[in-house]
Nanobody, 116 residues
Framework: QVQLVESGGGLVQAGGSLRLSCAAS????????MAWYRQAPGKTRELAAD???????HYADSVKGRFTISRDNAKSTVYLQMNSLRPEDTAVYYC??????????WGKGTLVTVSS
């Protein structure tokens, strides 16, 4: 069975940093893009960052320059280093993994709360 397990969320003061991890297991076949989405209270889910299999990242304008996405293909793990956090970054962050055949999987989410 496929599992995506996120970790690293928590409460942090504005200006602080957190590092999220998502470890995927049980996936058969090649993994393509790995991504982090987030959903703030009362808002729709949005893409924060993604990274293709060769390691080229893409960021939403709202996080560009502050967040860094990376991956370890040998460990089937994607990371999100979040620096200079702002209260508006408060959200549940979801890991997303897409296979090359189009199948995708979601983690259960990890809560990030940034206090002012």
């Amino acid at each position: 069975q496929v599992q995506l397990v996120e970790s690293g969320g928590g409460l942090v003061q504005a200006g602080g940093s957190l590092r999220l991890s998502c470890a995927a297991s049980g996936i058969i076949g090649r993994i393509g893009t790995m991504a982090w989405y987030r959903q703030a209270p009362g808002k729709t889910r949005e893409l924060a960052a993604d990274i293709i299999s060769f390691g080229i990242p893409h960021y939403a304008d709202s996080v560009k320059g502050r967040f860094t996405i990376s991956r370890d293909n040998a460990k089937s793990t994607v990371y999100l280093q979040m620096n200079s956090l702002r209260p508006e970054d408060t959200a549940v962050y979801y890991c997303n993994v897409r296979k090359l055949d189009g199948m995708e999987y979601w983690g259960k989410g990890t809560l990030v709360t940034v206090s002012s």
